[in-house]
């Protein structure tokens, strides 16, 4: 019920259900004492409404809000759940996050800020000729504000399933730039994948940051889904969308990999930190560094984003033909006894994370696949060296191993002192460590 909340609802119908226990009660047992029996059902709807009207409202929060020293800056009861948006007082801005019915779908970590937004910028920086785009979930807004910073798009249609998401995006203007207020903007409420069922509109860019796979959205992993978002791109079109290292087992995750190049042959797999990212073009031409360059080098800096061509082209993990090469015994996801929808409890093993990073680490692919015309293969070496140090480093931080992660982003920062990021981790995470 809208206007009384969650909590109150469920004390409502309670009552609601005792008093009509206690009339049927009464109704059987055919009492004489009839102003008692009255006297009872007043009694019991007065306090229901008295309680209804009078009392606080009853918030419903994550448990881990309660254990850390996390504040909440916003809380919202909607129909397509309850929205808490909390602080971690010591982390400022990188220590906001959105829940959605008690499952944190949204972070802005560092790490987590960066990937959303490699997932807007990479397609543009490939030399994407796009008017249109289709984004399917809004969040915070942080890989829709990526898409609208480049000038040539001139509409951009976000399907959102928890429209008031989009209310709360003023609490991340940091990472968003008030995208929620631009114009060419339409937030259209609903599933994205039912949107495409029920659209004939074709987009030069289709980006999805959907919550985790286990979290409910499993079908925006499948090979359908993949099939639909490629008969909704036009002849040139191109398709990004976030994958996630955690809470997958090896083989299903390399297997959303497989599924997705089924459908866009030219694919590849990207690396930010502790997320992945799928890229797709639906023609067959590499990325042409040149351009590129051009691209990265004109954008505005960014406080949250470190925009250098040959640091973002490192963090190219796995191209076309690897994944072609994928051992048979990795499955197709379908939607017919979908992986992602009726997943294995072995998913939430903590031990995956590392697992998944370390696989992605031993098995890089040689990035000339990917990219035509670099320009300084020498100083592409430097960075690639650099990128596999840095991820080497989150994987023993992702262990607990924090000094053998500090030693190798120190040598990160040795090997490859043209990096800007690497000082900046070094401080953002371990401060004056030496």
């Known amino acids: 019920i809208p206007f009384v909340g969650v909590g109150k609802t469920i004390l409502i119908i309670i009552s609601i259900l005792a008093i009509v226990a206690i009339y049927i009660a009464f109704s059987i047992h055919k009492t004489k004492n009839i102003s008692k029996y009255r006297f009872t059902l007043i009694s019991l709807t007065s306090v229901l409404f008295l309680f209804t009207f009078l009392s606080k409202q009853t918030q419903f929060v994550p448990p881990s809000i309660k254990k850390f020293n996390i504040k909440i800056i916003s809380y919202e009861e909607t129909v397509e759940g309850t929205l808490v948006v909390v602080e971690e007082k010591e982390k400022g801005v990188f220590g906001k996050s959105t829940f959605v019915n008690n499952a944190s779908v949204i972070g802005s970590n560092y790490d987590a800020i960066k990937v959303v937004k490699m997932v807007g910028h990479i397609p543009f920086f490939s030399d994407l000729k796009c008017e249109n785009a289709l984004i399917i979930g809004f969040g915070i807004g942080v890989t829709t504000s990526a898409i609208a910073s480049h000038s040539e798009v001139k509409s951009i249609d976000c399907v959102e399933l928890v429209p008031g998401l989009v209310k709360s995006a003023h609490h991340y203007k940091e990472f968003n730039a008030g995208v929620y207020k631009d114009k060419r903007l339409n937030i259209i409420p609903g599933d994205g994948r039912h949107f495409l069922q029920t659209t004939t509109k074709k987009y030069d860019l289709i980006s999805c940051d959907p919550t985790h796979p286990v979290l409910g959205s499993g ?188 030693n190798q982003l120190r040598e990160a920062c040795i090997v490859n002192p043209e990096d800007k990021e690497y000082p900046f981790l070094v401080k953002f995470y371990y401060g004056s460590r030496k």
Not at 227 to 236: A, G, R, T, Y
Request: proline residues 3%; aromatic residues 18%; glycine residues 4%.
């Open 219 to 406: 079908n925006l992993y499948t090979q359908e889904y993949f099939q639909e978002v490629f008969d909704h791109l036009n002849p040139n079109g191109m398709v990004s969308q976030y994958l996630p290292l955690h809470k997958l087992r090896l083989n299903d995750l390399l297997g959303i990999i497989k599924t997705f190049h089924s459908i866009f042959p030219n694919s590849s797999v990207w690396i930010g930190q502790y997320h992945a990212i799928l890229f797709g073009k639906k023609d067959n031409q590499k990325i042409d560094f040149s351009v590129w360059k051009e691209k990265v080098q004109a954008m505005p800096k960014d406080d949250f984003f470190y925009f250098e061509p040959y640091h973002i082209a490192s963090t190219v993990f796995f191209n076309a033909d690897f994944i072609s090469n994928l051992s048979d015994d990795i499955k197709i996801n379908t939607d017919n006894l979908s992986y992602t929808e009726f997943f294995s409890f072995d998913c939430f093993d903590a031990a995956n994370l590392h697992k998944n990073l370390d696989y992605f680490s031993k098995n890089r692919s040689d990035i000339s696949s990917v990219f035509s015309n670099i320009d300084d293969q020498n100083k592409m070496n430097r960075f690639i060296k650099g990128n596999q140090k840095l991820t080497k480093s989150v994987y023993y931080a992702i262990k607990g191993e924090k000094q053998k992660a500090f």
